[in-house]
């Protein structure tokens, strides 16, 4: 295996078992598309540059081409004793082409070029979360479009609240989801600039055009410093952070779903596609899908803590610490991405028992800050209100009756400031109905942000749908 790599210690060959333990062959595979990628920009910049024979650079192409040809049919594959995708592709090169093969590293170093690669991956892999996300949040609105006549209760430290509905549910659900989609934007931007030509460390004799080769990869520009762009994992960091928040809404969503599919609840019942039975109990139908989907934000996170550590105390500029941002990162926008293809399944198929959350909303006093602010409205100090309300709950409570079947000469013992008129503002669908401040649960207020989150929505998919064209027409353009 020795004479499997490309650059060896100054002190002679490293043995095998260094090589194994250095290699990151198998990581590499997802980045090997756009290592080719790379390269062709690269050779073509070299050769309008004139740094290389225009005869040699057409020679490389072709050889590219047909290793990519070979990658994507599965005539070639790489080989895990190689240490890295790049050694594989000049490799594969060579042998193809000869020793024109060896000129297309001029002006480059692996430090860049590992850079660019990775940030091309993860171009395409935001691209692609935020794909999901997207349909995801269509799915909630379309859901909240169809529930908004659907009473359950809202909840705080789990216990009853107030009443909401489950299209409020839905679009609370919705917008978390949203900012992960922004921030995801948000770093493309940071991702999406070129390191293509740093070098080393401190940039090329060559008279290399490093716009040019950030153009034909559709990045913004290049990076200005030699020196960052070789060291920084920023953009890595950054989306394993927004992979992270996606996950723990997401294990959110799914913690929800475990439990309201519980016979205790029974707000919900999941598809038989997204369940599964047990080995014993022929009566079970487990929320495996969702549990799975709670249960990866663990490595997600892990992914992040991973990437923050390694990052932590490393001199500029590039350190072999480093390689280890691959398996981390891949790993992470990868599992968050399957996981909301799967949120997206099950939230498409699960059904809602609306009489159940009715009956559940109906139970717990969730009209007792409507008849504090009842009170409020009469002139009483909302302190006061809320000790007053306080006293007619217990008392409620012990007689096994509740707020809005009350007789009016029992209400009068809470309050004299309590008049007939209080029993048109208690029932439960006017307590929701009467939440018509700005964000409230009101179907007015939902409506409107049923409406927001749509148009956001088509915005962020105009937006990707214009970055993926533009970067499937660079790679048209690179591979003839």
């Known amino acids: 295996m020795a004479g499997k790599v490309l650059w060896s210690s100054r002190s002679g060959d490293m043995d095998d078992s260094m090589l194994r333990f250095t290699s990151s062959a198998d990581t590499d595979k997802e980045l090997a598309f756009y290592d080719i990628m790379g390269s062709l920009a690269h050779v073509m910049m070299l050769g309008e540059r004139k740094i290389i024979s225009q005869d040699d650079v057409l020679v490389i192409i072709d050889g590219l081409r047909t ?7 599965g005539e070639s594959e790489l080989d895990r004793e190689f240490e890295d995708v790049h050694t594989n592709i000049e490799v594969m090169l060579t042998d193809l082409i000869g020793p024109a093969g060896g000129k297309l590293h001029t002006g480059r170093s692996r430090n860049d070029q590992v850079s660019t690669d990775l940030r091309m991956y993860l171009r395409d892999a935001v691209l692609e979360a935020v794909s999901r996300i997207n349909d995801l949040i269509r799915i909630l609105t379309d859901t909240a479009q169809n529930s908004q006549n659907i009473i359950m209760p809202g909840f705080t430290h789990m216990q009853h609240a107030q009443p909401v509905t489950a299209a409020h549910h839905m679009m609370a659900h919705a917008f978390k989801l949203g900012r992960d989609a922004d921030r995801f934007m948000d770093a493309y931007e940071r991702i999406n600039v070129c390191p293509l030509g740093a070098g080393a460390v401190a940039g090329t004799t060559f008279p290399i055009d490093r716009k040019m080769t950030s153009d034909l990869l559709g990045f913004r520009r290049p990076m200005e410093n030699s020196m960052d762009c070789v060291s920084d994992r920023d953009f890595v960091i950054e989306t394993a952070f927004c992979a992270s928040m996606l996950s723990v809404h997401l294990s959110s969503m799914a913690e929800e779903l475990v439990i309201w599919s519980t016979p205790e609840f029974g707000f919900i019942e999941m598809d038989d596609k997204h369940t599964t039975g047990s080995s014993m109990l022929p009566q079970k139908r487990n929320p ?3 549990e799975l989907i709670r249960g990866r934000t663990g490595g997600v996170i892990g992914d992040l803590v ?10 500029l500029t590039y350190n072999r610490d480093m390689q280890e941002d691959k398996r981390s990162i891949i790993h992470s926008i990868s599992t968050v991405i399957q996981c909301t293809a799967m949120m997206s399944c099950i939230m498409n198929a699960v059904r ?19 008849l504090a602010d009842y009170l409020v409205n009469k002139g009483m100090p909302f302190r006061e209100a809320h000790n007053a309300v306080a006293s007619a709950v217990r008392y409620c409570i012990l007689e096994k009756k509740e707020l809005d079947k009350l007789k009016l000469s029992e209400m009068k013992g809470f309050s004299d400031l309590i008049e007939e008129d209080v029993f048109s503002i208690l029932p439960i669908d006017v307590c929701v109905e009467r939440r018509n401040s700005f964000g409230g649960t009101s179907q ?10 749509i148009n956001s929505l088509i915005e962020r998919e105009e937006r990707v749908r214009l970055e993926m064209s533009l970067i499937d027409g660079c790679w048209k353009e690179l591979t003839g």
């Not at 290793?67 to 049919?73: D, E, F, Q």
């Not at 007015?444 to 989150?453: G, L």
């Open 444 to 453: 007015q207020n939902t409506a409107v942000q049923i409406f927001e989150s």
């Open 288 to 290: 495996d899908a969702a």
């Open 67 to 73: 290793i990519l040809s070979r990658l994507r049919s």
């Open 352 to 370: 809602f028992n609306s009489d159940r959350m009715l009956s559940s909303a109906l139970e717990g006093y969730m009209n007792a800050v409507d």
């Open 306 to 315: 991973s990437l923050l550590t390694m990052m932590k105390g490393l001199p």
